[in-house]
């Protein structure tokens, strides 16, 4: 078969990474065995990885090198999952006097940005995203320069100017405005941003990373449309909250708060979702193109619910959607090892 170039690209959701966290597992697993090789890592089978905050997190492992020799991968898919299931908790805790002075995120951050500080910090140490394995894409928003900013490994390379800490990338797309205050970071050149969240313009990730990677080839000399591209998108569930017009229709600015961002968040990931869609069809290539978006159920919508028993609920969804997609998983992990 003709030569693919594989993209993997992974949804911000908090705590309901767990979810594409698993699905990462299944597959990294089954090239394992398939392949009869222990030592393979997702990211061995694409080309170019993207991610928005829960999702960047987890992109940053699949491509974070080891210390002590920068060619080998530092973390295992399941390392990956292990970090939500034994720090989700830890990340979304606050104490009583926080929480009032917060009013649940209405006066200030919901949640310490000093927790998620100290779990990013151990996993990544002093990483740079110039270092990580393979090209990559991790979304953020500086709000003083009113502009998207794209963490980016293969630029990153080539610009020192635009070269971070993986660690403080990171947390600048896990910025979540209400839940984290927004992150004040520098380049390793010492230009400061203030950025939050990139879940605000591109809560999938996928069309800028099917973007920049064309553009990366492209500066390569291998100029590619769409068609010559495999995708697989992992969603992390769709919140399902209904806004009645009896609700909405004498809401102010306070009570749009909260529903607006969510709005914004899953109307903006839906008309990717859809437009990628569309694009596929008509270049008749539905086939590379995967995205799967699990069904949460008894799970909470709520992407800051670490609680020990939501936790065991999108273990569930995970087991789930895996389950309900075990087809499609096996078509893609063929074709990555055939491609």
């Known amino acids: 078969m003709q030569k693919k170039y594989r993209i993997l690209s992974i949804d911000g959701g908090g705590?309901?990474?767990i979810i594409p966290a698993s699905i990462v597992v299944y597959i990294e697993n089954r090239l394992q065995r398939l392949t009869k090789n222990p030592e393979v890592r997702i990211s061995d089978y694409f080309d170019f990885i993207a991610g928005t905050s829960t999702g960047a997190i987890l992109v940053s492992t699949y491509v974070c090198p080891t210390v002590l020799d920068e060619t080998k991968h530092k973390f295992t898919a399941s390392d990956a999952l292990r970090f939500y299931l034994e720090k989700g908790n830890y990340i979304f805790s606050t104490d009583i006097w926080n929480k009032v002075a917060s009013m649940g995120g209405f006066l200030k951050a919901r949640y310490l940005h000093q927790p998620l500080e100290k779990v990013l910090n151990v996993a990544f140490k002093q990483a740079k995203i110039s270092e990580l394995l393979k090209p990559c894409l991790i979304t953020s928003y500086d709000v003083e320069r009113k502009t998207p900013v794209f963490f980016q490994s293969h630029v990153a390379k080539q610009n020192n100017a635009l070269d971070f800490y993986v660690k403080d990338a990171c947390r600048a797309t896990a910025s979540a405005p209400l839940y984290f205050e927004p992150?004040?970071?520098?380049?390793?050149?010492?230009?400061?941003?203030?950025?939050?969240d990139g879940s605000v313009y591109a809560n999938n990730p996928t069309?800028?990373?099917l973007t920049e990677a064309a553009v990366l080839f492209a500066n390569k000399g291998i100029p590619l449309t769409a068609d010559q591209f495999e995708?697989?998108?992992?969603?992390?569930?769709?919140?399902?909250?209904?806004?009645?017009?009896e609700q909405v229709k004498d809401w102010g600015g306070l009570g749009w708060l909260n529903p607006l961002l969510d709005v914004m968040i899953n109307g903006a990931a839906d008309a990717i979702e859809r437009e990628l869609s569309v694009q596929f069809q008509a270049l008749?290539?539905?086939?590379?193109y995967h995205r799967i978006q699990p069904e949460l159920g008894e799970a909470s919508q709520e992407m800051d619910d670490a609680s020990p028993e939501n936790i065991a609920r999108l273990m569930d969804v995970?087991?789930?959607t895996i389950e309900k997609h075990k087809d499609e998983l096996e078509i893609i992990v063929n074709r990555l090892i055939n491609n």
Not at 186 to 192: A, E, I, K, M
Not at 234 to 243: E, F, M, P, S
């Open 318 to 320: 995970a087991a789930a």
């Open 15 to 17: 705590i309901r990474g």
């Open 284 to 288: 008749q290539a539905t086939d590379q």
């Open 183 to 196: 992150a004040r970071i520098d380049s390793l050149t010492g230009v400061s941003y203030t950025l939050i």
């Open 207 to 209: 069309l800028c990373a």
């Open 231 to 245: 995708v697989v998108s992992l969603g992390t569930g769709r919140n399902q909250k209904v806004y009645t017009y």
